[in-house]
């Protein structure tokens, strides 16, 4: 089915690819055609952090995470660079007969983008002109519609999802898998969880950024990495 800017069987071109190395459709992954048999695909969308602006091939939170169980999971990075929620879903819709995503892990960013579906698709975040009527609340509607759309999409083709953030936590629904407390931005430095007045315990105020000097760096990603593994490893299977 393709109807306007949304398929099931064709994910969107990417065009937002930074000059990294990418796949013929400017995703930091493999290529989707001829697609390998035997494992489960894991289909990972989010923003810049999570395509991994900046960093190498082996440095960012997608690349850690990549090397959980490999012998029943293959992985799939579609994050885009300023990805909003919008963007995400309509990515996601294209994998159905493409990728047949049997888990889904979505990093969101901030819940402010919007996709524009004009003759092309545009990206809107900041202080773009078509975002000046946006409120705190259409903010967060639109978001819980985007949950809505991948919890469906997911029902519909028996996957399981799990939810984390870039850089704000957003209010959730209930009963949904989601690391709702600590992000990509907020894992690092790491708090010590026990009180203590020891004069030893290490300041940190150096911030850890990544190549460009903009996005957050390795030690973020790979905290982050171990923080989602903690919580959601064992149903990564």
Known sequence: MDIGHFSDKGIPVNNNAEGMKVNSLGYRCHEFTPLPQG????????????????HTEETYWVAHLSKHNTKSLRYWNLAVPGASADRM???????????????????????????????????LFGKDKYLRYETDDTDQQNFLRNIFFVHKFAEHVNAKVFHCFAEEITNMPKDLAVMNYVTLKTCWPPWDAIKSHKTNRERITDPNLAQDGTHYGDKHHLGFAELFLKKFGNNLK
């Open 39 to 54: 494992k489960k695909n894991v289909v990972i969308l989010g923003c810049s952090h999570t395509f991994g602006v900046g």
């Open 89 to 123: 879903v309509r990515i996601l819709y294209g994998t159905e007969k493409v990728l047949f995503p049997k888990i889904i892990i979505c990093c969101w960013p901030s819940i402010s983008r919007r996709e524009r579906l004009d003759k092309l698709p545009i990206d």
